[in-house]
């Protein structure tokens, strides 16, 4: 078989929304199927971009494609971020978002952070992790020896969940809405394929692994995720609210393996950071 299966996948496709058929599911065996069958030089998600709405793909399901490079990687993370900002998959958080909030940095990136959705700040931004929690990520970033623009951030939901008769805070979205919207998220860690992830707080655990032994029990282990090493840690906004030099530390050592895993450089200093005298 060759690229015109490809093709004639998508003609059917197209056909069928024609016709007004709204889903079509699609195995996981299906996929890894068309993607050994036909020559692609992106993820096959981007090859069936136009037919996305149609498709019901399992969450679990992953296809291996080629890694894009230069002006390819490029032109994939603008047409997925075009088709994200015009998402309309949850009816209650497009009538409350400001913005979709789509993820930013470098999408050569080694080192890709992911969070569970956006706040009332970020909403209002369009860009994840911009008030006090997304500040604090910003001086864990740097005390690695990095910069926020070297690495990338994301979350788990590109909307921020709506707070029908609440004047201030935020809400963490529902299972539902995570399962919902993760599909931007897995296309965005395809595209730029990191070596690291790290899974900032339990709801972006739960989203990523559908685990929810806690993130006590988790941090501190590596997991995988699409074939990439995971690293769960404290949300910076727990930070926030316990100030206590143990926890710090406990992130600290999080950090530290991931430094290891990406052969960074540690120092003497970083290495004592937050550790009692």
């Known amino acids: 078989?060759?690229?015109?299966?490809?093709?004639?996948?998508?003609?059917?496709?197209?056909e069928l929304k024609a016709r007004g058929v709204r889903t079509v599911h699609v195995s996981s065996e299906t996929l890894v199927g068309l993607a050994a069958s036909v020559r692609v030089q992106a993820p096959l998600a981007a090859a069936l971009a136009p037919c996305a709405p149609l498709l019901e793909v399992p969450q679990s399901a992953h296809v291996q494609t080629a890694v894009l490079t230069g002006e390819a990687r490029l032109q994939a993370i603008a047409d997925l971020r075009a088709r994200a900002v015009g998402c309309v998959k949850c009816p209650h958080l497009v009538s409350s978002r400001t913005n979709v909030v789509f993820g930013v940095g470098n999408i050569n990136a080694e080192l890709m952070f992911v969070g569970e959705a956006p706040g009332a700040d970020e909403d209002r931004q369009g860009e994840p992790f911009v008030g006090a929690?997304?500040?604090?990520?910003?001086?864990?970033i740097q005390a690695m020896g990095l910069t926020r623009d070297s690495v990338y951030i994301a979350n788990i939901l590109k909307c921020r969940p709506d707070t029908p008769g609440q004047a201030y805070g935020n809400r963490k979205p529902t299972p539902e809405e995570m399962q919902t919207c993760i599909s931007w998220l897995?296309?965005?860690?395809?595209?730029?394929?990191?070596?690291?992830?790290?899974?900032?707080?339990a709801t972006a655990i739960e989203?990523?692994?559908?685990?929810?032994?806690?993130?006590?029990?988790l941090r501190g282990q590596w997991h995988?995720?699409?074939?990439?090493?995971l690293m769960p840690t404290y949300h910076p906004a727990f930070l926030l609210r316990n100030q206590a030099v143990s926890e710090k530390r406990k992130v600290w050592e999080d950090l530290l393996q991931v430094m290891?895993?990406?052969?960074?450089?540690?120092?003497?200093?970083?290495?004592?950071?937050?550790?009692?005298?």
């Open 260 to 277: 290891e895993k990406l052969g960074l450089p540690i120092t003497e200093k970083q290495r004592g950071y937050f550790l009692k005298g």
């Open 224 to 229: 995988s995720y699409r074939d990439i090493p």
């Open 1 to 14: 078989m060759s690229d015109d299966l490809l093709g004639a996948t998508i003609q059917y496709l197209e």
């Open 186 to 201: 897995q296309e965005q860690i395809d595209i730029i394929r990191p070596k690291v992830l790290v899974g900032l707080g």
């Open 133 to 140: 929690a997304g500040q604090l990520l910003t001086r864990m």
């Open 207 to 217: 989203g990523l692994l559908g685990k929810t032994a806690g993130i006590m029990r």
